[in-house]
């Protein structure tokens, strides 16, 4: 079966720098930054990772341009940035 060329297309953009980079399409990390690709730039991990900020734990990635992003389940992606 055939891959849908957009799906194609935004794959291959997040495995650019990592290409073994888990992508899920559907979860809120990979949507928010499909949203913001331009300025997020590129995933630096091979997958999530889980991050403590301000006592809680997050799922999070570390984007090229803009540092850590968590997913927070209330709020959704939250940008940290570099600490």
């Known amino acids: 079966m055939a891959v849908d060329v957009e799906q194609a297309a935004w794959e291959a953009r997040w495995k650019a720098v990592r290409p073994q980079a888990s992508y899920q399409p559907t979860w809120g990390l990979e949507q928010a930054w499909k949203a913001n690709a331009d300025t997020w730039g590129y995933p630096l991990e ?18 090229s341009l803009i540092g ?14 570099w600490p």
């Open 46 to 63: 091979d997958g999530q990772v889980t991050v403590t900020v301000s006592g809680e734990d997050f799922q999070a990635r570390t984007f």
């Open 68 to 81: 850590i992003v968590i997913w927070h389940p209330a709020q959704g992606a939250l940008v940290i940035g």
